[in-house]
């Protein structure tokens, strides 16, 4: 099993355990579906997925997850109060160009809000640009600058004080260590590599 | 919305080959929903494929405006042109003729073989022009499902279609929730914008002002051919985009130097000029005009002025599909649709086509077009 699909595998089964049964959910940055075809799996949700890249909602198509081609914010405001019983951002907040207004919108829109995002403050991402003055290249971002790096990265202690700040309610938080598995219990900012957050208004 | 030329067919399965066309007749009355009736009807049809022994792959084609029954294949072996989708219909293509039974009719009030204005009247022996009854998008379906009855197909696995016939596809979806499986609707909207009506109403001035039309009883053989043709070449604009003329016109010249200072000088005049004349020799004035009003009248809001209340009725999993160089039916006018339909907790998908051929991008072969039929039909069933 490839790193990728263990990453995937564990953040699915920390959602799923969120989502309630016949839930609608909505996913932002859904990509090819895989997740929502999991949840509609395992938890019969009614899934929506919204991606700008047509590649990705073909293959949610294929999977018989129902998809919007299209920019995340203008969908949003076609979407009533409380339409959705959850909104799920994973790993798509760091790619937003207006992430405060955008999660604004998603708790509007959903009654719960989960966002999933790579701790920009873990200690190797920090180790990879103290001690070698680079952009991070390890578990947790595998991939070089120019291949595809979150054009915001953020880290735990700034999602908190976000959080905090915009009177957003955390209902849960799970913290993964860098091998994307373990639950990490301690100093979360320095050695969470994935974090998972279950918010409210 | 026309039977524009073909882009070069991308080889991706076989041909349906040689088909014919048959006529469906019902001798009973007619009721459209203006309140008018006629006594019989025909509908002129094409199948491709073979109906399984539950019934239960039939594909409906809608067509657009100006199309018709012939979706794919030939009528002889001397025939050059192919069905107006043919590179969407056949065995192993997107639509899969090995898998499904593909059924499409000429609209009701077409004239291509189905009853419409241009059809003889039983009770006065003439044709009906003017006195055929005024028509719907919801009258043209009735009557598609009247077909479906003698065909004995229950439910359709899905329907597709594109322009007027995404219309026919929405209107299917709302109307019959229980006799549709699923839905694919291309380049549509829920209703006309101004734009669209101001179009349509234009083309049918240049018709009804030409001498000939003779408040729609012209004689046989000899319609408003200059009404018609102007009509169509303005129309055949709004099907086209800015960027597709300029790619395949621009300004380039003809070969011959013009004699008279308004004759033909362009390309893009002369090629308009053609698919002008081309259309009234197939096409009938009358037809187009009840054709395109049945069109601005389309309108999928409520009583409330809402999308959301007349899609309530929807039960199918459906696709609804915007091309980016539409200007006929923009993008927008698509997405509005899947966005009330997803309001309301449907199983709907919207996808938005990059391509340059405007209106007609639909008609047009393309591996994009193609994969997201293909996926959208082959898609796993959720629970």
Redesign the interface.
Known sequence: MSLGSKKRQVDFQVIARWVRPGE?VLDLGCGRGVLL?YL??VK?V?A?GVDIE?DK??????????????DVKP?LS???EN?FDRVIFSRSVELLEDPDNILAEGLRVGKQVTVGFVNHGFWKNRWDYFTRGRQALNEVYPKSWYEMHPANPFSVAEFEAFCRIREIKVNDRVYLCGNWRDECRYLPNLLTGYAIYDLSK | MNDSEQATLIPEGGEVGIVGCRDFVSGKPFHFESGGRIPELTLRYETYGQLNPVKGNAVLICHALTGNHHVAGVHSVDERKQGWWNFMVGPGKPIDTNKYYIICSNVLGGCSGSTGPESINPATGKRYNLDFPRLTVGDMVHAQAMLLDFLGIDKLHSVIGGSMGGMQTLQWATAYPDRVGSYIALACCARHNAQAIAFNDTGRQAIISDPDWMNGNYPDGRQPVQGLSVARMMAHITYLSDAGMEAKFGRKRGNRAAEEHFDVEFEVESYLRYQGQAFVSRFDANTYLYLTKALDRFDLHGPNGTLDETLQAVTASGLVVGFTSDWLYPPQGNREVVEALLRLGKDASYVELEMNAGHDSFLLCSSKLNALIRNFLARKQSL
């Open positions: 609608r075809e509609q799996r019969s009614y929506v047509l909602i073909l293959s949610c198509i294929k999977r018989g997850v129902s998809a919007y081609h299209g969908i076609r979407f009533e339409s």
